[in-house]
C-alpha cells in the first residue's frame, strides 16, 4: 500500500476504525475506545465516533481531515443508526473511500444497506472487509495504490 499517503478515518463510534487501523498497521487488534484524534503508523488518522455523531463536532473532522490525502468512511453493517449525512463526502475535497467494516459477522442484507448507505453519502469507492478475518484487504490496498 502507497505509505506516503495520509488517510483520516470517519465512522460512528465502534464503527470499527480503531480495529481497522490495527490490522493495517500489523498490530494486535485490541479494542480500545478512542479519545482523541490519534495518529497510527504515522499514516492513519484515528478519530472518535462522537466527532461524526454529534453534528456540533463535525468541525473538527474537517479541519482534522485538512492532514490527510483520502478520507476513509467507515460503516459498521450492524449498526442500526447510519450516521453519514447524504452527500457528505462534499465536505472534503478530497478522494472519500467507503469501507465496510466486521463482514464476518454480518449478514448479507446488512452489508447490502452498508454499502448503499456509503454510496449515498458520496463515497467513490466501497470495499467490505474484515479485520478480524482479514478479508477484502487486497482490494482495497490495489486501489489506495491508484491514488
Not at 490495527?22 to 480500545?32: F, N, R, S
Amino acid at each position: 500500500m502507497t505509505q506516503q499517503k495520509r488517510m483520516i478515518l470517519i465512522g460512528k463510534t465502534a464503527a470499527g476504525k480503531t480495529t481497522l487501523c490495527q490490522y493495517l498497521t500489523h498490530q494486535d487488534l485490541v479494542y480500545h475506545k478512542t479519545q482523541t484524534i490519534a495518529v497510527m503508523g504515522g499514516q492513519f488518522i484515528d478519530t472518535p465516533g462522537e466527532y461524526l455523531e454529534r453534528v456540533r463536532m463535525r468541525g473538527a473532522l474537517s479541519v482534522t481531515a485538512a492532514d490527510a490525502d483520502i478520507i476513509l468512511f467507515v460503516q459498521d453493517p450492524t449498526a442500526k443508526e447510519k450516521m453519514f449525512p447524504p452527500a457528505y463526502a462534499g465536505s472534503f475535497a478530497k478522494p472519500v473511500v467507503g469501507i465496510v467494516t466486521k463482514s464476518d459477522i454480518a449478514t448479507e442484507e446488512q452489508l447490502k444497506d452498508a454499502t448503499e448507505h456509503l454510496k449515498a453519502a458520496g463515497a467513490n469507492h466501497i470495499f467490505v472487509t474484515s479485520s478480524v478475518a482479514g478479508t477484502g484487504f487486497k482490494e482495497l490496498f490495489d486501489y489506495l495504490d491508484t491514488l
